[in-house]
Every structure is written in C-alpha cells, then in structure tokens.
C-alpha cells in the first residue's frame, strides 16, 4: 500500500520567509509526527497527534514553530519568519497507535538562504 | 539528560559478512525501541523493534538484542549485502505506555559499508 508521502520534496526559501509543508500518513494511522533531522545528525522530535487528543507540542523549538491536523489525515507544519538555522530536513511519520512502530515519509528538505 | 547513543560511528564489512552494530541508551524507564535503517537521500525505513519484556526478536537477516541489565541494543545483519549500506538508528520509545507518548529519541546512527 502507500507510505506516507510528504511535499514537498526540496524547498528553497529566503530568510524571513514563511513555508508551509505538508505531510500525508498511511491511511488508517491514527498517530502522526514530526521530527527534523539536520545534516549528518539523528532526528529531533518536534509534535505529535494522536487521534482527537490535543497535540504534543513539546519538542518545537519556538513560536515561529507550528503544525495542525485534519482529522487523522493530513498535516502541516508551518515555520514563520524562516531563519538558517531551521535548514534541515523536516521528516513525517505515522503510526497506527503511539506504542507502534513508526512510518516515515522521504522528507521535505528545506533551505533557508 | 536522557539518551541514546551508539558506540561505533562507522562498521565496514564484507559482503556474506555478519554485522552487529550496537546502541547504549541511558534511560531504564524506556519499554519500547526499534531500529531504523536511513539510505542517503531517504527517510528512515522501520527495520525490527523490540519491547522491554522481551531479549530477542528475529526479522528476515536481522536479530535485536535487547539487554536491559546494562542498557544496551544491538542489531545483527545475517549475511549482509551492498544493499544493506546505510546509516542505522536506534531509537528508543521511553514511555510507550505511560505519558510521553510518541517521543522516539534517536541516536547518532551508525555508518554501515558493505564492500563487494
């Protein structure tokens, strides 16, 4: 079946700038996450949904950090007033519970310039 | 602070060869782990995981051994082949049935080369 898909794949932005990413789970995975990973280095968490409970917010790194969820399908995260520091990439990943193994998408890689 | 770190940053083996690649993680109240193999250019890929009432679980070529006297994971590759070049993560689930839901922490990952 699909995996989790996400888009989009590479994006260039201006310091300052706004960026919005989308990630799309494996249908029927209730729980989604977020994590990033910059270059040469393993995945920080960022937030995670499960079902209709409020969102773990905990691992974003500030306010211009934020990320919603329709239902139990699509999510976005959204990144304001873009800094270098947030070039990385943005992984997404789902499960079918939060005490189930995790389903990564390819990634979005984001360049701030 | 609560981590999970690997001990060997690279491995290089030959083709046919087995591979262990190993994690320390420091934090006892973890119940839930799994390993992550991450090609370049690629998301992780969910390899094996493995719950903390358990020492071993087999996979196809792949074994996790979970030690939790001293707080150690490995990963054993059968017979590995190019195709199993990449970078591989362990990560650790530290309250998978209690209140921090979701929050794998993850290592640095290790480089694993498999040469023809």
């Known amino acids: 079946g699909a995996g989790v898909s996400q888009s989009p794949s590479n994006k260039v932005t201006e310091k300052g700038k706004d960026v919005e990413l989308r990630c799309d789970p494996i249908s029927g995975h209730t729980a989604l996450y977020w994590y990033r990973q910059r270059l040469g280095q393993g995945l920080e968490f960022l937030i995670y949904?499960?079902?209709?409970?409020?969102?773990?917010k905990s691992g974003l790194p500030s306010d211009r950090f934020s990320a919603e969820r329709t239902g139990e399908s699509v999510s976005t995260l959204t990144i304001q007033r873009t800094q270098q520091e947030d070039s990385a990439v943005y992984l997404c990943?789902?499960?079918?519970?939060?005490?189930?193994?995790?389903?990564f998408g390819p990634g979005t890689r984001l360049t701030v310039t | 602070g609560e981590s999970v770190g690997l001990h060997l940053p690279t491995l290089s083996v030959q083709e046919g060869d087995n591979s262990i690649i190993n994690c320390a993680y420091s934090?006892?109240?973890?119940?839930?782990f799994i390993w992550y193999k991450q090609e370049s250019g690629k998301g992780p890929q969910f390899i094996i995981d493995i719950r903390s009432n358990m020492d071993k679980r087999q996979g196809q070529r792949v074994t996790v051994l979970l030690n939790k006297t001293v707080k150690h994971l490995s990963l054993q590759i059968a017979a590995t082949q190019p195709g199993d070049s990449a970078v591989y993560f362990c990560?650790?689930?530290?309250?998978?049935?209690?209140?921090?839901?979701?929050?794998?922490?993850f290592g640095q990952g290790t480089i694993l080369t498999v040469h023809p």
């Open positions: 990560a650790e689930n530290p309250n998978a049935g209690g209140t921090s839901y979701g929050k794998l922490t």
């Open positions: 990943a789902s499960s079918l519970g939060v005490v189930y193994g995790q389903y």
């Open positions: 949904f499960q079902g209709n409970s409020a969102p773990d």
């Open positions: 934090n006892s109240a973890s119940d839930y």
